[in-house]
């Protein structure tokens, strides 16, 4: 039942591949956090605004990045914009499909951060003479900073392992691109897939340890 | 000089001050004395602007605070206000928390702003603790690096409210030391306090408050001693 026999050596052969693809996985888990970074701020100001046009859409946007499935974000991305005549490179449309939920949930996790900050702190901020701006920029966003940071290091873990569905819209220079392009030419699934989950999960590892060490040297308190 | 004439103030429909009439010049202490909601924070919140008023005026050195003219920040330099809860800033230290206003809203170089700062720190009895952050402070050591903070803008008044309620009953007694060695330093201010023994002490002249009025204020030898309104003795007698 178990005849099945083990080829590493070709799997190992493949890792300078699959690590080059490694770095393309990084490189679209940053960006899509540094795009999502920018565009929770501007969401989270437009929740803020008082505006309500602009909190509808950051609202709704908020909404459907939580509460759809991330494949779908991504698919439409690709799919559901080129029926409108907006083609995006599988690249693209990946990155802007994880930028748009992470945004998503960047934006939540600062307005829980904003609330979690009691109002006093910038009252007494202001009652030393400070305006609003400079109490919320040393006194309330330091702070902030401090709450929202390890929920948004969980989203740059999950940002990585999301860029493993671009497979779905024809990404073939990440990771898993890479791994899936190996295992169609060999039928070594298992092999190719194991490996290429231990680089996922010692990449994922090593964000969160390099996050758990940034956050020992920058919030002392 | 700062001159409250006829201050009204109201939450929704509730009105919380009902007229209140009260100059305190430089140099003196006033006391705040008074039952729960009577008013007493909110009229400190008021002098310093943080509170919009209905109607009347709070004129601070000729400065209309509540005219729409008024710069507010510029203002709040020369007003220090200190609270029940100290609002120590969690993310910086004891030094850092004196320094940052001085650098920030003076603009002073950090240098100017670490000595001001550390000599206030010193004035309070906080020499030790400078580069500790708060969280690994006493709640009277909070709160004299609270009064420090607020000193280190150099204001002209200082503003208290009930500094010593949300403390231990064993740390109330650093924290009004303070308070007494700044009013024997010539500091004007007004204390909001549950302290009677402190208030007879410190104050030229004692306010006692009632559902939003001012119902009396004395020198607090007459105002203890020889209570003219009925409500002042009830309240006396049910603190004593
Ligand atoms: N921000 C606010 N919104 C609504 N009502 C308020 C607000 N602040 C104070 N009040 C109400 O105004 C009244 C006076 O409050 P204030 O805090 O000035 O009383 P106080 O004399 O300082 O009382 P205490 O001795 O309990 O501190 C109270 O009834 C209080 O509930
Ligand atoms: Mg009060």
Same mark, same amino acid.
């Given at each position: 039942?178990?005849?099945?026999?083990?080829?590493?050596?070709?799997?190992?052969?493949?890792?300078?591949?699959?690590?080059?693809?490694?770095?393309?996985?990084?490189?679209?888990?940053?960006?899509?956090?540094?795009?999502?970074?920018?565009?929770?701020?501007?969401?989270?100001?437009?929740?803020?605004?008082?505006?309500?046009?602009?909190?509808?859409?950051?609202?709704?946007?908020?909404?459907?990045?939580?509460?759809?499935?991330?494949?779908?974000?991504?698919?439409?991305?690709?799919?559901?914009?080129?029926?409108?005549?907006?083609?995006?490179?599988?690249?693209?449309?990946?990155?802007?499909?994880?930028?748009?939920?992470?945004?998503?949930?960047?934006?939540?996790?600062?307005?829980?951060?904003?609330?979690?900050?009691?109002?006093?702190?910038?009252?007494?901020?202001?009652?030393?003479?400070?305006?609003?701006?400079?109490?919320?920029?040393?006194?309330?966003?330091?702070?902030?900073?401090?709450?929202?940071?390890?929920?948004?290091?969980?989203?740059?873990?999950?940002?990585?392992?999301?860029?493993?569905?671009?497979?779905?819209?024809?990404?073939?220079?990440?990771?898993?691109?890479?791994?899936?392009?190996?295992?169609?030419?060999?039928?070594?699934?298992?092999?190719?897939?194991?490996?290429?989950?231990?680089?996922?999960?010692?990449?994922?590892?090593?964000?969160?340890?390099?996050?758990?060490?940034?956050?020992?040297?920058?919030?002392?308190? | 000089?700062?001159?409250?004439?006829?201050?009204?103030?109201?939450?929704?429909?509730?009105?919380?001050?009902?007229?209140?009439?009260?100059? @305190?010049?430089?140099? !003196?202490?006033?006391? &705040?004395?008074?039952?729960?909601? =009577? $008013?007493?924070?909110?009229?400190?919140?008021? +002098?310093?602007?943080?509170?919009?008023?209905?109607?009347?005026?709070?004129?601070?050195?000729?400065?209309?605070?509540?005219?729409?003219?008024?710069?507010?920040?510029?203002?709040?330099?020369?007003?220090?206000?200190?609270?029940?809860?100290?609002?120590?800033?969690?993310?910086?230290?004891?030094?850092?928390?004196?320094?940052?206003?001085?650098?920030?809203?003076?603009?002073?170089?950090?240098?100017?702003?670490?000595?001001?700062?550390?000599?206030?720190?010193?004035? @309070?009895?906080?020499? !030790?603790?400078?580069? &500790?952050?708060?969280?690994?402070? =006493? $709640?009277?050591?909070?709160?004299?690096?609270? +009064?420090?903070?607020?000193?280190?803008?150099?204001?002209?008044?200082?503003?208290?409210?009930?500094?010593?309620?949300?403390?231990?009953?064993?740390?109330?007694?650093?924290?009004?030391?303070?308070?007494?060695?700044?009013?024997?330093?010539?500091?004007?201010?007004?204390?909001?306090?549950?302290?009677?023994?402190?208030?007879?002490?410190?104050?030229?002249?004692?306010?006692?408050?009632?559902?939003?009025?001012?119902?009396?204020?004395?020198?607090?030898?007459?105002?203890?001693?020889?209570?003219?309104?009925?409500?002042?003795?009830?309240?006396?007698?049910?603190?004593?």
């Amino acid at each position: 039942m178990f005849s099945y026999t083990f080829h590493w050596n070709q799997a190992f052969r493949a890792l300078p591949q699959m690590l080059d693809g490694a770095l393309v996985t990084l490189e679209i888990a940053l960006l899509s956090m540094a795009i999502g970074l920018a565009l929770a701020i501007a969401l989270t100001v437009f929740r803020l605004s008082g505006n309500r046009v602009l909190s509808g859409v950051a609202t709704a946007w908020v909404e459907v990045a939580r509460n759809t499935p991330a494949l779908f974000q991504i698919y439409m991305a690709h799919f559901g914009l080129g029926n409108f005549g907006i083609h995006l490179s599988p690249f693209t449309a990946l990155l802007a499909g994880i930028a748009f939920n992470n945004a998503g949930y960047l934006a939540e996790n600062f307005r829980g951060a904003l609330k979690a900050i009691p109002e006093t702190q910038a009252r007494a901020g202001r009652s030393l003479g400070m305006s609003s701006l400079q109490a919320f920029r040393y006194i309330v966003l330091p702070q902030m900073l401090r709450v929202a940071f390890l929920p948004a290091t969980n989203q740059m873990v999950w940002a990585i392992l999301m860029t493993s569905l671009g497979v779905t819209v024809g990404m073939s220079s990440d990771l898993a691109g890479v791994t899936q392009e190996l295992n169609a030419r060999s039928f070594r699934t298992f092999e190719f897939f194991a490996l290429a989950a231990v680089i996922y999960y010692l990449i994922a590892k090593a964000v969160t340890l390099a996050a758990r060490l940034l956050a020992a040297r920058m919030f002392r308190y | 000089m700062i001159e409250i004439e006829n201050v009204h103030k109201s939450f929704g429909s509730l009105e919380v001050l009902k007229g209140i009439d009260l100059t @305190v010049r430089k140099g !003196e202490v006033v006391t &705040v004395i008074g039952g729960s909601g =009577s $008013g007493k924070s909110t009229l400190l919140t008021c +002098i310093n602007g943080l509170e919009t008023i209905a109607s009347g005026r709070v004129v601070i050195d000729g400065t209309d605070v509540h005219a729409k003219s008024t710069d507010l920040n510029k203002l709040r330099q020369k007003v220090g206000i200190v609270f029940q809860q100290w609002n120590a800033f969690p993310h910086l230290t004891v030094l850092e928390n004196v320094m940052l206003a001085p650098r920030k809203v003076l603009g002073l170089p950090k240098e100017k702003a670490e000595e001001i700062a550390v000599k206030q720190l010193t004035h @309070v009895g906080l020499a !030790e603790k400078l580069s &500790v952050y708060p969280s690994r402070m =006493s $709640g009277g050591q909070q709160q004299r690096m609270a +009064i420090a903070r607020a000193l280190a803008m150099s204001p002209t008044y200082m503003l208290f409210d009930e500094v010593t309620s949300a403390l231990d009953p064993m740390l109330v007694g650093e924290v009004l030391d303070t308070l007494r060695m700044l009013a024997s330093e010539g500091m004007t201010m007004i204390c909001v306090t549950h302290e009677m023994k402190f208030a007879r002490e410190v104050s030229d002249r004692v306010a006692f408050f009632h559902q939003g009025i001012m119902a009396e204020i004395a020198p607090p030898e007459q105002l203890f001693d020889a209570p003219q309104h009925t409500e002042t003795k009830k309240f006396l007698a049910a603190t004593h």
